[in-house]
């Protein structure tokens, strides 16, 4: 008897990784698609099946710990995935053998499985809330045992109650560790490649493309680009007039138009307080010229509106440099661009200024 429940509790366990695994992130929200819902029910239906073929046999009852893969389906699927896994171990409980016992279980497992669906419309589901709802399923299958299936083992009851709450709360424990794990992992991989303020890359990352791009250029016939220096215009005022708080407004929709602006592949960066970069690969010098411009008028042509409600109109200067045109060395982009940039702003800022001359 508590063999079979070991090797429940160990099964049980090793699901847990592999469905953290398989749907990582996922877990966190239930606003899945129905067929998502019904693939995560397949998943804690099938392990049910599993739980109850290597449970035991007691008075021609099956023990097992299939109401966990139930309040897992709830707690991480909704209703579609508690549904799906209900029908997938009503279906091979009877398979199994069909008998009173299978018929009663079957019920009982549908009506244990209303509180988990209860508890799953909260918002967070704590460790504490997977203690009350094990409680209450289990004195529901207990109940059974005992008054509808004659089990009346006080060995059995201890043995199903000791390793169903602790397999339980294992599972929890499992997910809800694993999945944050995940998302931080996920998280701290975004802060090491994008700015956290305009979504678009940083400065560090915008390096490492650009010096791939080098290495392109270097071992590509033909191959050319362009490189895109951008501050905003009179930003300090902005800060100073407004405050911090709405220059962060200015900065944020700032990085949401330059992406407007850009083609897909065209990786675009924050790379210091209020200045912006972006890289034209497989991109002429007409082209790149045409896209400087586009951004231009896509800053200036339209108020960005503030946080306060007030509108504030925008504008920036570029700098652009273009390989083979400008320059023979790409590394040498960089220094083009600065250097009409700060032609841009000298001679009357809100303009485009690009670099014509080869070094």
């Excluded at 009663?104 to 209303?114: H, R």
């Excluded at 209860?118 to 209450?136: D, E, G, N, T």
């Excluded at 191959?223 to 007039?241: E, G, P, R, S, V």
Aim: glycine share 6%; net charge neutral; proline share 3%.
């Amino acid at each position: 008897m508590l063999k079979e429940l070991f090797v429940n509790l160990t099964i049980l366990i090793t699901f847990n990784y592999l469905f953290t695994h398989l749907f990582k992130e996922r877990l966190v929200h239930k606003k899945d698609s129905i067929s998502f819902q019904a693939v995560k029910g397949l998943a804690c239906g099938l392990l049910g099946v599993i739980l109850m073929v290597f449970g035991f046999t007691y008075q021609h009852s099956i023990i097992d710990l299939r109401n966990i893969p139930i309040m897992i389906a709830a707690l991480y699927g909704g209703w579609v995935s508690t549904a799906t896994a209900l029908v997938m171990i009503a279906a091979g409980r009877m398979l199994i053998t069909m008998n009173t016992s299978a018929i009663y279980s079957v019920i009982i497992i549908c009506i244990a499985a209303i509180p988990s669906l209860i508890v799953s419309r909260r918002k967070k589901v704590q460790l504490k809330h997977a203690f009350y709802l094990l409680m209450i399923t289990n004195s529901m299958i207990s109940f059974s045992f005992y008054f509808l299936i004659d089990l009346h083992s006080n060995e059995l009851h201890l043995y199903f109650w000791i390793v169903s709450i602790a397999g339980g709360m294992l599972s929890l424990y499992i997910i809800d560790h694993e999945t944050n794990a995940h998302l931080l992992f996920k998280q701290y991989k975004f802060q090491a490649h994008f700015d956290f303020l305009t979504g678009i890359y940083n400065r560090r990352k915008f390096e490492e493309i650009t010096q791939a791009l080098y290495q392109q250029a270097a071992n590509t016939p033909h191959f050319q680009f362009a490189l895109i220096y951008m501050d905003i215009d009179h930003f300090k005022t902005i800060n100073d007039q407004y405050g911090h708080h709405e220059g962060d407004q200015v900065l944020k929709e700032l990085g949401s138009r330059l992406k407007q602006s850009i083609r897909n592949t065209d990786p675009a960066a924050r790379i210091g307080g209020e200045e912006f970069a972006v890289l034209l690969p497989n991109c002429t010098l007409d082209k790149a010229a045409q896209i400087a411009e586009r951004i231009r008028c896509a800053v200036s042509d339209a108020p960005i509106r503030l946080t306060n409600g007030e509108e504030l109109s925008v504008t920036i200067s570029l700098g652009a440099s273009h390989y083979p045109n400008n320059t023979e060395h790409p590394e040498s982009l960089p220094i083009l661009a600065d250097q009409m940039l700060y032609k841009a702003k000298e001679t009357g800022r809100n303009k485009v200024c690009f670099s014509e001359k080869k070094e």
